[in-house]
């Protein structure tokens, strides 16, 4: 299988600033993607893999540079595609246009592996594309834990032209075992269909036609904000001395930091 695995990073970041560049548990955060893609072509040895970087930040390229252990290829992202309200999925389609245009490949599989979410496990790698191989019709499978809200039963929402809240969805379920079941995207894992990301509309892109890998909830906390950050490495910690697949991402990371 021919698959190109992309890790996106802008420079700065309005929520938590410079995200993309933080040390997590004593090792660049960027690291631990690199991690899993190791830890993969290691035990999948027949898989053609190219890695892509897409970034405006120098500081992260320079990251990507030190270590020795994965060639990279580096996208410097275009202006129109640095933007806060432009889709991921948009920078993603275009990683795989221009890496395929390079490396003269088709790609069976883009996999895109987010930065800020470091705790995943060579488990979950093959599991998603162990699910994209099965569901060749999905335009994407991407990872979900269960939600912790539903908006049947424990969300609200301002009702318009009052100061009172409702429901998010209007509903007469007494319990939330009787509304329907909701997951939340936690925005850790990719794998994408090649022809869906040339031909459907960004802005739909996720409406239909979508498979999902389920992750652990208590593992996959993304970092958007400093609490986020300071509470992540607290659970890693834990993770990594209790479940040897965590532990085994993290050595792995910091035998790239250290390469």
């Given at each position: 299988?021919?698959?190109?695995?992309?890790?996106?990073?802008?420079?700065?970041?309005?929520?938590?600033?410079?995200?993309?560049?933080?040390?997590?548990?004593?090792?660049?955060?960027?690291?631990?993607?690199?991690?899993?893609?190791?830890?993969?072509?290691?035990?999948?040895?027949?898989?053609?893999?190219?890695?892509?970087?897409?970034?405006?930040?120098?500081?992260?390229?320079?990251?990507?540079?030190?270590?020795?252990?994965?060639?990279?290829?580096y996208i410097v992202r275009a202006d129109e595609l640095s933007g806060d309200h432009v889709p991921k999925?948009?920078?993603?389609?275009?990683?795989?246009?221009?890496?395929?245009?390079?490396?003269?490949?088709?790609?069976?599989?883009?996999?895109?592996?987010?930065?800020t979410s470091p705790m995943r496990t060579l488990a979950d790698l093959e599991k998603l594309l162990e699910?994209?191989?099965?569901?060749?019709?999905?335009?994407?499978?991407?990872?979900?834990?269960?939600?912790?809200?539903?908006?049947?039963?424990?969300?609200?929402?301002?009702?318009?032209?009052?100061?009172?809240?409702?429901?998010?969805?209007?509903?007469?379920?007494?319990?939330?075992?009787?509304?329907?079941?909701?997951?939340?995207?936690?925005?850790?894992?990719?794998?994408?269909?090649?022809?869906?990301?040339?031909?459907?509309?960004?802005?739909?892109?996720?409406?239909?036609?979508?498979?999902?890998?389920?992750?652990?909830?208590?593992?996959?906390?993304?970092?958007?904000?400093?609490?986020?950050?300071?509470?992540?490495?607290?659970?890693?910690?834990?993770?990594?001395?209790?479940?040897?697949?965590?532990?085994?991402?993290?050595?792995?990371?910091?035998?790239?930091?250290?390469?």
């Amino acid at each position: 299988m021919n698959i190109l695995f992309t890790i996106c990073g802008r420079a700065g970041s309005k929520g938590f600033k410079n995200k993309n560049l933080k040390s997590f548990i004593g090792c660049p955060l960027v690291y631990f993607s690199l991690a899993e893609i190791s830890l993969y072509m290691k035990k999948l040895t027949n898989d053609h893999v190219d890695i892509v970087l897409n970034t405006d930040s120098r500081k992260l390229i320079q990251l990507v540079e030190q270590q020795n252990v994965l060639a990279c290829d580096y996208i410097v992202r275009a202006d129109e595609l640095s933007g806060d309200h432009v889709p991921k999925v948009s920078v993603i389609r275009d990683c795989m246009i221009q890496m395929s245009e390079k490396k003269n490949q088709v790609y069976d599989v883009v996999v895109d592996l987010d930065i800020t979410s470091p705790m995943r496990t060579l488990a979950d790698l093959e599991k998603l594309l162990e699910l994209k191989r099965m569901q060749k019709e999905a335009d994407v499978i991407f990872s979900v834990v269960e939600s912790r809200r539903n908006p049947y039963f424990n969300m609200v929402k301002k009702e318009e032209g009052t100061s009172f809240y409702c429901r998010a969805l209007e509903s007469d379920f007494a319990t939330r075992q009787q509304a329907p079941v909701f997951f939340d995207m936690n925005a850790s894992m990719y794998a994408y269909s090649p022809d869906a990301l040339k031909c459907k509309p960004v802005n739909i892109f996720f409406n239909n036609n979508c498979g999902v890998l389920f992750m652990k909830d208590t593992g996959v906390l993304d970092v958007d904000s400093e609490e986020d950050y300071e509470l992540l490495q607290v659970i890693a910690q834990y993770l990594f001395t209790k479940y040897e697949p965590y532990a085994e991402v993290y050595e792995e990371a910091m035998r790239i930091k250290n390469s």
